[in-house]
């Protein structure tokens, strides 16, 4: 989601049934190594949008010329459109030194919140709500711009809002950026073959 947005707010109550959603979700140890910063400030919104609009340009002029002109016409953000962004967070001290189940795979704890994200989505979608995950940023800016304390990563910038409708078709597929991948051809039976 990123040119569908409406403008318009999506609403409180909404807004906590998404977030109750993703608060829901499963978690190694039961840790819940997530947090959600809601922003609706204008000119927050406004400083992330420039930032990434600068990280957008700097992406663009190290393509290859026919990468670039394939990406020039995608929208890569709804920050100002979408009028509500989601920072989601990761706390790997959560839950304490010892979290059941992470002890051999410590990875589990940022899956948790990865999770938290999807249940964020399908919540979300269900409710008419489009999402969309801003990715070009550096993480120390945004985590100065919203005053994350040491230790907590910003790990998703999800634009959240009301849309005119909903594709079909992925943005970065309509625009011949990457085509999706037939199911079959991640399916693997026993063993991983290539």
């Known amino acids: 989601m990123r040119a569908e947005f409406t403008g318009e707010l999506v609403d409180d109550a909404t807004l906590l049934r998404i977030l109750d959603a993703a608060h829901r979700a499963p978690s190694v140890g039961n840790s819940q190594p997530w947090d959600f910063v ?3 400030e204008r000119g927050t919104l406004t400083r992330f949008a420039d930032h990434v609009a600068r990280k957008r340009i700097e992406f663009r ?3 290859p010329p026919e990468r670039a002109r394939t990406f020039e016409p995608i929208k890569i953000e709804g920050i100002a459109e979408s009028g509500t962004g989601i920072v989601v967070t990761h706390d790997d001290d ?5 979290v059941l189940g992470r002890a051999t795979v410590p990875e589990t704890g940022l899956y948790s919140t990865i999770l938290a994200i999807q249940n964020l989505w399908l919540a979300a979608t269900a409710e008419g709500v489009g999402v969309g995950w801003v990715s070009f940023y550096d993480a120390p800016f945004l985590t100065e711009l919203i005053g994350l304390p040491p230790g907590i990563r910003p790990i998703a910038w999800l634009c959240v ?3 005119h409708e909903f594709q079909e078709i ?4 309509r625009f011949g950026w990457r085509t999706r991948r037939p199911l079959d051809q991640a399916i ?3 063993h991983f073959h290539p």
């Open 161 to 163: 809002g009301p849309v």
């Open 94 to 98: 959560r839950g304490g030194p010892q």
């Open 188 to 190: 693997h039976w026993e």
């Open 61 to 63: 002029d190290a393509l």
């Open 38 to 40: 809601v922003v609706r």
């Open 170 to 173: 992925p943005d970065l597929e």
